[in-house]
């Protein structure tokens, strides 16, 4: 027992920390926007600036399980933590707004690699009963980024020190690389002996999208996504009230963290098949509320809903994806959800770009969140609740 108890501790803390520092890489960015306002580029441009990262990452979901199906989990680590750095260096180019858009591409579908690698590498070591609890803690890592990082910059920014904000996601991008060569690669390979390239025994994009429930699964984790990626313009909403936009990220995140850590085991039992949607309306109500009542204390309210809401969203999104589907179809299956995950992402702030000069900071908030928020219900009540219940009948 202890040493099962020491390995999966062993297998935690190795992915946890890469995929900590990869999230600080990201997250550092979510004050960006009103970096890029300062360099008195147009709405629509911050737009693109701001989503092409999620688009890049979302495009970079099936190469990456390529990847992963024929170089190994070390070496997809380390490249993708080398090119993460290249891009976020560009960023220091900031004359120039296709540098920037080159730079966010680049590293986007850096992220967007890195991250595929650990979340398949945990599919595959983690066994199902403890899969709840263990993609809970190794969520944290995500979360935990916007408790540190995210303010540390948007410090940075009101204190006038951009090239300190810009120089935070490079350095950390070559930790990536290091912590990534440290990862191990003997359990996968051993769990997925069967599932070896030479082996052709790797499932085919047909049987996946085959699958009916993981078809509902993206969709619903789309627009989840999407309800994320809303907030991505919290700093606009704040500069516009005088308030400081990190009061709602920070409690966010402090709030999600709690909820990973304190919840874990919850996640083990909890019928999650029925729990995502409503994670997402908890996230849109949250925008909702602090669009309509802006106050420092309501930023802070909203970022507990909202930090409720994708503490516990992302790891059972994670934890459907391997209960949905068999490990011969896990690479595959794993960077294909990933994929529509950030479609929603790089949607939201494109979407926003275009609706802000029409409709004003506040009012996009809630246009966008009423209406991702009713697809929300309609999935839960037309498919979800209906799916459970099947999968409980003695029949099922």
């Known amino acids: 027992m202890f040493a099962k108890i020491s390995q999966d501790t062993r297998l935690l803390i190795s992915l946890f920390l890469p995929l900590f520092f990869i999230h600080c890489t990201a997250h550092v960015y979510l004050t960006y926007g009103g970096l890029l306002q300062r360099y008195e580029f147009s709405p629509e441009a911050i737009g693109w600036i701001l989503g092409i990262y999620f688009f890049a ?7 990456a399980g390529w990847l992963l199906e024929n170089l190994g989990i070390r070496r997809v680590l380390v490249w993708s933590g080398i090119f993460n750095f290249v891009g976020c260096s560009l960023l220091f180019f900031n004359q120039s707004a296709m540098l920037l858009f080159i730079g966010r591409i680049i590293s986007g ?12 590498h945990q599919a595959i070591c983690v066994p199902k009963k403890t899969r709840g609890s263990m993609l809970s803690l190794l969520a944290v890592g995500g979360a935990l980024s916007m408790a540190t990082i995210t303010p540390l910059g948007e410090w940075f920014l009101l204190n006038s020190r951009e090239t300190l904000y810009l120089a935070l996601a490079p350095v950390l991008s070559l930790l990536c690389c290091f912590l990534g060569s440290r990862v191990s690669a003997a359990k996968t390979e051993e769990s997925s002996e069967k599932h070896s390239p030479g082996a052709n025994s790797w499932g085919s994009y047909s049987e996946l999208f085959s699958t009916r429930p993981f078809l509902f699964l993206i969709l619903t984790g789309w627009l989840v996504a999407f309800t994320d990626a809303i907030v991505i313009n919290i700093s606009l909403l704040a500069a516009e009230k005088g308030l400081v936009a990190s009061y ?19 996640l083990n039992v909890l019928p999650r098949v029925v729990l995502l949607a409503p994670c997402g309306i908890l996230m849109a109500s949250s925008a909702i509320l602090i669009s309509l009542f802006p106050s420092s204390g309501v930023f802070i309210a909203g970022g507990i809903l909202f930090g409720v809401g994708i503490g516990a969203a992302w790891p059972m999104f994670l934890a459907l994806v391997a209960d949905l589907l068999n490990p011969a179809l896990l690479p595959k299956g794993t960077s294909t959800a990933l994929l529509f995950y950030h479609g929603g992402l790089s949607m939201a702030p494109l979407f926003a770009g275009y609706f ?23 999935l839960e009540i037309l498919y979800w609740l209906p799916f459970y219940w099947k999968s409980r009948s003695p029949q099922a």
Request: no cysteine; glycine share 8%; aromatic share 10%.
């Open 109 to 120: 579908a850096s992220f967007g690699v890195y991250t595929t690698g650990i979340f398949w």
């Open 356 to 378: 802000l000069p029409h409709l004003g900071t506040a009012r996009t908030f809630i246009v966008m969140s009423l209406t991702v928020g009713a697809a929300l219900v309609l």
């Open 248 to 266: 709602f990220i920070t409690s966010a995140a402090v709030v999600s963290v709690s909820v990973r850590l304190l919840g874990s085991s919850l």
């Open 57 to 63: 990452a979302m495009v970079s979901r099936p190469l």
